[in-house]
């Protein structure tokens, strides 16, 4: 049996809990599946460390993730590309000694570092590996990545799978373009993931993280999960009107209006998101930590905090502390054809 890569067109579409989540349903079906991820452009990548947690890996974060690339890295020497693809390999023999099936997460994109030579195609090639295609499908033609996916990748490529997919599109995803892609491309579709806040929502850790926040209080609380963003630029008195129309949610506010603050707090909010490096009065924190809400503190304005959010896409991933999520993901896994995924990897 080959390995399985699975990478994506472009980032943001749900990769890497895909690629966890595929490993755990594999896993608990009774295979001896383990993950690698070659490469990473990033040293706060937590990817490796979720899957040796959740898969129960006994390998180093060193054997599991052994390469870090980032972009600035381009000039890299041939000796130095050599070397990066010598480490990779050592990794790859590791792991294929302990485990039957490796499912390997591409690095950001599949055609990353192909200048490297070090995309998703040649890695690969290194792990002895069939590619699955992760794609968006919030909207028609993010079926056209699939058919740019099997431009690139030929015939390493088994099929892809749809994120992100509104309830609206999915009949029509399932009766045309599922088959069509079949039919006249010989691109094999085996899952729509819809778009449920459930399984990407993040958790206030992670919001904190993407907007480099501190934590005020709630420290016990930073795995509450964040499926809303709210701005709380209203006066006090419609606050709590507006804020009961929405779950789980963020509240962005200024850190000079702890009424506002206090006003979202009596409602299913996750975390109280104060801009302007203003700290709120000390009963504004003591609510927070009775309540079990955390406050993080930001440096930018409001405006400046939401436009970030807004263009960075924060996901969830999955962690070992999140059994809702993980419950979640297993269920929607029962609709993904991942049997017919294995058979696609089998000689």
């Not at 449920?196 to 509450?224: F, K």
Request: charged share 25%; glycine share 6%.
């Amino acid at each position: 049996m080959k390995n399985l890569l699975i990478t994506s067109i472009n980032p943001g579409v749900g990769k890497s809990t895909f690629t966890l989540a595929l490993a755990m349903k594999l896993k608990e079906d009774g295979m001896n599946v383990g993950y690698f991820k070659p490469i990473t452009d990033s040293s706060k990548d937590t990817d490796a460390a979720d899957a040796k947690q959740l898969l129960e890996m006994k390998e180093d974060l060193s054997v599991i993730n052994p390469v870090l690339v980032s972009v600035f890295e381009y000039d890299m020497k041939p000796e130095q590309i050599e070397e990066t693809k010598s480490k990779i390999q050592t990794a790859f023999k590791t792991l294929s000694e302990s485990y039957e099936l490796l499912v390997i997460e591409g690095c950001r994109k599949v055609n990353y570092l192909a200048f490297l030579g070090l995309s998703a195609l040649e890695l690969s090639l290194i792990c002895n590996a069939r590619i699955l295609l992760v794609s968006s499908g919030e909207e028609i033609e993010d079926a056209d990545r699939l058919l740019l996916g099997k431009s690139y990748l030929g015939d390493k490529l088994i099929g892809g799978a749809f994120t992100l997919v509104p309830d609206q599109l999915i009949q029509h995803f399932e009766s045309f373009i599922i088959p069509h892609l079949k039919s006249n491309y010989g691109i094999e579709v085996f899952g729509l993931i819809p778009s449920r806040t459930d399984l990407v929502a993040p958790t206030v850790t992670e919001i904190q993280s993407a907007l480099g926040a501190q934590v005020l209080s709630g420290d016990e609380h930073l795995n509450n999960l964040v499926e809303d963003f709210v701005v709380g630029a209203m006066e006090p008195e419609a606050a709590l009107k507006y804020f009961r129309k929405s779950v789980n949610k963020a509240v962005i506010t200024g850190g000079d209006r702890p009424r506002i603050a206090l006003a979202a707090m009596e409602t299913d909010t996750s975390v109280v998101i104060l801009t302007g490096s203003i700290l709120p009065p000390v009963g504004v924190l003591a609510r927070s930590e009775e309540k079990g809400i955390p406050i993080l503190l930001v440096a930018q304005d409001t405006f400046s905090t939401v436009k970030k959010l807004t263009q960075i896409h924060v996901y969830g991933k999955l962690t070992q502390d999140q059994s809702e999520k993980i419950a979640a993901w297993s269920e929607i896994f029962n609709k993904v054809d991942y049997k017919g995924i294995l058979n696609k990897l089998v000689d």
